[in-house]
């Protein structure tokens, strides 16, 4: 027997690319990483990136036009790691759940859409 879904909000396959955005506000400064989304809720993302970062890191994640989806706008959103962990199946990758601070319908339309 399978464990009931305790997720809010059904997950979408996706892969996108993701600029993450990550202030370090003791130093007034932010650096960006380059990640690929895997999914898509409407409470959040699953991204694939190059660091782990801390659970509670608030981040920007800025969907960029690319060669994949150039009449997609940019959009970005503010939101919060939930969780993060090594990749399993990718070498120096890691996986992170984001959770959405504010309104996000536009970046999952546009993330959706793909």
């Not at 800025?62 to 060669?67: K, M, R, T, W």
């Not at 990749?87 to 309104?103: E, I, N, T």
Request: proline share 10%; glycine share 8%; with cysteine.
């Amino acid at each position: 027997m399978t464990a009931p879904e305790r997720r809010r909000h059904a997950r979408v396959p996706c892969d996108a690319p993701l600029l993450v955005s990550i202030e370090a506000p003791a130093r007034g400064q932010s650096r960006n990483l380059v990640g690929r989304v895997r999914n898509v809720a409407e409470g959040g993302l699953h991204v694939l990136l190059p660091e782990l970062l801390p659970r509670g890191t608030r981040v920007t994640l800025i969907h960029l036009p690319s060669e994949e989806a150039p009449d997609v706008p940019a959009v970005s959103v503010e939101a919060q790691v939930a969780w993060a962990e090594p990749a399993p199946d990718a070498l120096r990758l890691y996986r992170h759940g984001v959770a959405f601070l504010g309104a996000a319908s536009r970046l999952v339309a546009a993330l959706r859409g793909r």
